[in-house]
């Protein structure tokens, strides 16, 4: 019977409900916008009469990132209960992870991890001419190796290769010096002998005078002037 009234009265039913939606939609809607007026007791200018848009507040990370590490722990590898192989009866069990906390190999930090190490630059560093701003510059002043008379008058022509430190003072450092390559002794000696009076204008790393190691050729050639300044062998 009811089913059947229902069915009747359906058309009704649905222009109700429908009547009810709209109306309760209106109240909604015409309270809203009345909430929104302007309060006339209130000034004009009165900041509750005014709308204002307050954004939602920023989101906070919950969690900081973290990099991935690994961290390796003690076992034991020896003795009875590890191990691949048979078991036999009364061998202890293996250790349990609980066991091991506590027992871990310190965190070492790897090629990745580490800190750059700082450049040093004191006094007892050497650096080469690609290392340094400003190179070492042989002053102008500065002495030069003299003819070997004999090999002059032989006319004997030849070089020495050689190396030593500038120091931050402008001096050679004698006992860094070493020949690379020479085509005769006595060039050699005359590198050595004259290495104390040269002068140099030491290299720089910024501001900072260096110690820099310098490579340099001596080469001994006649020339003209050579041959005219050269003293005529005495007649007996």
Do not use: C
């Not at 089913?3 to 109700?16: D, P, Q």
């Not at 050689?162 to 050699?188: K, L, W």
């Not at 002068?199 to 005078?209: C, T, V």
């Amino acid at each position: 019977m009811m089913r059947s009234w229902v069915v009747r009265n359906a058309k009704s039913i649905v222009i109700g409900s429908a009547t009810i939606s709209i109306v309760t939609h209106i109240a909604v809607i015409t309270g809203w916008v009345i909430g929104t007026l302007p309060d006339p007791i209130l000034p004009e200018g009165s900041i509750a009469n005014r709308v204002f848009y307050i954004p939602p507040p920023d989101r906070v990370a919950t969690q900081h990132a973290s990099r991935e590490r690994v961290q390796y722990i003690t076992l034991n590898q020896f003795g009875a209960g590890t191990g691949e192989g048979p078991r036999q009866a009364g061998n202890d069990a293996t250790t349990s992870l609980d066991e091991t906390i506590g027992h871990e190999m310190p965190a070492t930090k790897d090629s990745v991890n580490s800190d750059a190490a700082d450049q040093s630059i004191g006094e007892d560093s050497v650096y080469s001419v690609l290392e340094v701003d400003t190179a070492v510059v042989r002053s102008s002043s500065s002495a030069a190796p003299v003819y070997p008379p004999a090999l002059l008058a032989a006319h004997v022509q030849g070089y020495v290769n050689a190396q030593y430190v500038v120091d931050t003072t402008g001096f050679a450092d004698t006992v860094t010096f070493q020949v690379m390559e020479s085509t005769n002794p006595e060039f050699t000696a005359a590198v050595r002998r004259v290495l104390p009076l040269m002068r140099f204008q030491p290299a720089k790393i910024g501001p900072l005078k260096v110690r820099q190691l310098v490579q340099q050729q001596f080469s001994f050639k006649i020339t003209g002037d050579t041959i005219a300044a050269t003293p005529p062998p005495k007649r007996p």
